[in-house]
T-cell receptor
Framework: EAGVTQFPSHSVIEKGQTVTLRCDPI?????LYWYRRVMGKEIKFLLH????????ESGMPNNRFLAERTGGTYSTLKVQPAELEDSGVYFC???????????FGPGTRLLVL | KQEVTQIPAALSVPEGENLVLNCSFT??????LQWFRQDPGKGLTSLLL?????REQTSGRLNASLDKSSGRSTLYIAASQPGDSATYLC????????FGAGTRLTVKP
C-alpha cells in the first residue's frame, strides 16, 4: 500500500513568488493534516481536512496560505506571496479516523530567498 | 492551549546504553500520544502510538509509557545502537497534534 506522498520534495523560490505544495494521502483516509517545521522550531499544526471540508484551520499563520482539498482526495497548500519566514519543511499526514495513527509524508523542503 | 515539552533537547550516549526520553504535556484530555523519529533530511516515522486508555506500548527495543494524570510520557530505548541516532519527537493528539521540539539523540559506536 502506498504511503502519503508529497510533491515537490524540495522547492527554492524567491520572496514574492508563489509556490504550491501537493499532498496525496493514503487512499481511503478521510483525515488530512498539514504541518510545518520552521528552522530551529518545533513542528506546528496548520490545518485539518475531513474529506473536502476544513475541520480546523486555526494553525494557518496568515492569509497568504491557502489550502484546498477538492473532491476529498489530494490536497494543495499554496503560499502567495512567499516570505522569507515561510522557509521550512511542510509535512502532510493522513489518518482513517480522528484519533487514529497519523501517517506522515516525507515533507516538502521550502526555501524562500 | 496544549503545550508539549521534551527533555533533554539533546543526548549523547555510548552504544549499548539504555536510555529514557521524556515528554510532558499540559492538557491531559488527549486521544493519544505518539512518538516519532526524524532522520536528517527525511520525514517522520511513527514509532509508537499510545491510546489515552492505555498505559504503555512496546515495539522491539522501544517501550513508551503514558501517564495522563501527570501529563507525562517516556520513551525507553534498550541497548541503544548507532542506528538509533535521530531526533525523537512526541506529539499529543487532541483534535490537532501538538509536537514537542524533539530530543536529538546521538549513539556513539
Amino acid at each position: 500500500e502506498a504511503g502519503v506522498t508529497q510533491f515537490p520534495s524540495h522547492s527554492v523560490i524567491e520572496k514574492g513568488q508563489t509556490v504550491t505544495l501537493r499532498c496525496d494521502p493514503i487512499s481511503g483516509h478521510d483525515n488530512l493534516y498539514w504541518y510545518r517545521r520552521v528552522m530551529g522550531k518545533e513542528i506546528k499544526f496548520l490545518l485539518h481536512f475531513v474529506k473536502e471540508s476544513k475541520q480546523d484551520e486555526s494553525g494557518m499563520p496568515n492569509n497568504r496560505f491557502l489550502a484546498e482539498r477538492t473532491g476529498g482526495t489530494y490536497s494543495t497548500l499554496k503560499v502567495q506571496p512567499a516570505e522569507l519566514e515561510d522557509s521550512g519543511v511542510y509535512f502532510c499526514a493522513s489518518s482513517p479516523q480522528l484519533g487514529e495513527t497519523q501517517y506522515f509524508g516525507p515533507g516538502t523542503r521550502l526555501l524562500v530567498l | 492551549k496544549q503545550e508539549v515539552t521534551q527533555i533533554p533537547a539533546a543526548l549523547s550516549v555510548p552504544e549499548g546504553e539504555n536510555l529514557v526520553l521524556n515528554c510532558s504535556f499540559t492538557d491531559s484530555a488527549i486521544y493519544n500520544l505518539q512518538w516519532f523519529r526524524q532522520d536528517p533530511g527525511k520525514g517522520l516515522t511513527s514509532l509508537l502510538l499510545i491510546q489515552s486508555s492505555q498505559r504503555e506500548q512496546t515495539s522491539g527495543r522501544l517501550n513508551a509509557s503514558l501517564d495522563k494524570s501527570s501529563g507525562r510520557s517516556t520513551l525507553y530505548i534498550a541497548a541503544s545502537q548507532p542506528g538509533d541516532s535521530a531526533t525523537y519527537l512526541c506529539a499529543a493528539d487532541k483534535n490537532d497534534m501538538r509536537f514537542g521540539a524533539g530530543t536529538r539523540l546521538t549513539v556513539k559506536p
